[in-house]
């Protein structure tokens, strides 16, 4: 998803310097980039989560971050988007402990052989799942394309509310008891970074 909004960028940034062939050419890059995703990762609906070179499709950790970037960068369809959106909206699990957003709505569903698998002392053994801000942003873009005022209202009073003297930490892992286990460096940049873009950039586009 992300590849396809780069090359819709380079076909911007041609198009803007008069140079007409290469912008058709990165708009033809990422047309087709968007029609191979959406044969590989598309399942009824929802996406995969990610494709494996030997398993295919990877769908065992329930909705994911690939699921919100879809629709955030626009490769979703309007049946594609119509079928995924109530989903993403009613899966409580993306905020764990309220706390936006999960990477995938079924974290402790991870397989040994998928990555490295880190300890942590609260929860004994899990994979590296948690809540971040660059999956928080994606679903921000998510609800701005969608017209979800609320929801975008409701995340970021959420994302403000888990600072702890005015910083927030780089991930939050959950905790099967429904909370989350605040991880990584402290005073980390990105939920406020996010924060900052959301609040100024993507919340005053519902006031205009």
Not at 30 to 52: G, M, P, V
Not at 186 to 199: G, I, N, S, W
Request: with cysteine.
């Amino acid at each position: 998803c992300y590849g396809v909004q780069a090359f819709r960028d380079l076909a911007f940034l041609e198009k803007a310097a008069g140079r007409q062939a290469e912008a058709k050419f990165w708009n033809g890059k990422a047309a087709n980039l968007t029609r191979s995703f959406s044969a590989a990762f598309w399942l009824q609906d929802h996406y995969a989560e990610y494709i494996h070179p030997t398993h295919g499709a990877v769908d065992i950790h329930g909705l994911s971050d690939t699921c919100w970037a879809a629709i955030a960068f626009g490769l979703a369809t309007k049946q594609q988007t119509k079928a995924l959106w109530p989903k993403l909206l009613v899966a409580k699990e993306f905020w764990p402990g309220g706390m936006p957003t999960l990477t995938v709505t079924k974290p402790f569903a991870y397989e040994p052989r998928e990555h490295e698998q880190v300890p942590f002392e609260a929860v004994g053994v899990t994979n590296d799942v948690a809540a971040m801000g660059r999956t928080w942003y994606l679903e921000a873009l998510a609800c701005v394309r969608m017209g979800d005022r609320n929801r975008l209202i409701e995340s970021t009073r959420l994302v403000a509310k888990a600072a702890e003297g005015g910083f927030w930490r780089e991930r939050y892992h959950p905790i099967p008891d429904g909370t989350v286990l605040p991880d990584g460096t402290h005073k980390y940049c990105e939920y406020p970074a996010v924060l900052v873009r959301v609040v100024l950039g993507n919340l005053s586009i519902f006031n205009k």
